[in-house]
């Protein structure tokens, strides 16, 4: 299969174009200074320290929330937040029912170290087994099942923002995973792709459930640069930021795997894809379906961004692309879901069942994952 001679993105991914030297138009428009390039633009961490002080309210308890995987990222971005921006943080974690324990430990150790609260949200596993199920069986290359489920993650999140008052939220996402939540017509196209997934199936009830989660939405406004910190926070909305999006901030995992273990007894995983991240074991399969469905995981797509940005090599991410599950982990993570492994990639699942129209997209808020 093509692929960039430049970034890791194949000839299947939607769009692509090659030059004759085999470089892509994304890479062209991101050296052009496309929309794709990071929108950070605080010099350093004093200037960005001196905006975020608003977000301190001796009326609340906390001042931002930080949703946590355990892995280097996460960790990182809430040291941060307490010992750099001196902000009083209330720790999420989300457990879908296929973490590691290892993660799971590292984000304890730290809130315990950080001596900050700590809510573990465990997931419906009902639900979580069908969303897995419905997206993994889906041939629409569109959509990957990662997206599917970390935008639950995601919105879990927005629901403690909401329920305690908190009118932020850091995470440790990257400048590649930015990139994907600052083009809000690609989320959108994104979203109706998985109601058509859903409605296919036939399950209304799951329907229904998935997408209240999704009217959270009205309640979120996406960093885009730094007037949004200078002017004052709006009432009722969250304010989500990427930390790495910030230029002095950068996505290198040997360098925040240091300062993790000076820092607390953080732990790597055994074995996660991709390789040095600290992902849940179902990555594994859905990452195996979208190399099926789409030629490409959405890290390609991540991995690209931060290969623009000079964090990562072509090489080191190529390395870290390379899907080699442990021996039986794909067939036991299949059987779990109820997902014929050997029928992946090969149709639709089951018929198509009527269904009415749906056209839906939550009201107000930014539109953009």
């Not at 929330?65 to 990222?73: E, H, K, Q, R, T």
Request: hydrophobic residues 35%; contains cysteine.
């Amino acid at each position: 299969m093509k692929m960039c001679k430049r970034c890791v993105l194949p000839g299947t991914y939607p769009g692509i174009t090659f030059d004759r030297a085999g470089v892509c138009n994304f890479c062209h428009g991101y050296s052009a200074g496309a929309k794709e390039k990071p929108a950070g633009d605080f010099n350093n961490e004093e200037e960005l320290s001196a905006c975020l002080k608003k977000f301190k309210n001796p009326g609340n308890k906390y001042d931002v929330l930080v949703p946590m995987s355990g892995g280097v990222d996460s960790c990182f971005t809430l040291i941060q937040m307490v010992e750099k921006f001196q902000l009083r943080p209330l720790v999420f974690h989300s457990d879908h029912g296929w973490d590691d324990k290892e993660a799971g430990s590292n984000v304890e150790k730290l809130c315990k170290e950080l001596d900050v609260d700590l809510i573990i949200w465990k997931n419906e596993l009902k639900f979580m087994r069908k969303l897995f199920k419905y997206f993994l069986e889906s041939p629409e290359p569109a959509v990957s099942p990662c997206y599917a489920c970390g935008n639950m993650l995601y919105l879990n999140g927005l629901e403690l923002a909401a329920n305690f008052k908190v009118p932020l939220v850091v995470n440790g996402y990257s400048k590649g995973q930015a990139a994907m939540m600052h083009d809000p017509q690609k989320a959108v196209d994104w979203y109706g792709k998985m109601n058509d997934i859903l409605l296919d199936r036939g399950d209304m009830e799951f329907f229904e459930q998935f997408n209240r989660k999704w009217q959270m939405l009205n309640r979120q406004a996406i960093y885009q640069g730094r007037v949004d910190l200078e002017k004052e926070p709006e009432p009722g909305k969250i304010l989500f930021i990427p930390l790495f999006v910030f230029r002095f901030y950068k996505t290198d995992k040997e360098k925040l795997q240091r300062v993790c273990k000076d820092r607390f007894d953080w732990k790597p995983i055994p074995v996660s894809y991709p390789a040095r991240t600290t992902n849940c074991e179902m990555i594994w399969l859905n990452s195996y379906r979208d190399l099926k469905v789409r030629g490409y995981t959405h890290y390609h797509d991540e991995y690209s961004t931060l290969i623009r940005a000079g964090e990562i090599s072509r090489d080191q991410a190529l390395a870290d692309l390379e899907l080699n599950p442990p021996p039986g982990l794909l067939a036991r993570l299949a059987a779990e879901v109820e997902v014929d492994l050997e029928a992946i990639g090969k149709g639709p699942a089951s018929p198509k069942k009527p269904a009415e129209a749906h056209s839906r997209q939550p009201d107000g808020g930014d539109f953009g994952f």
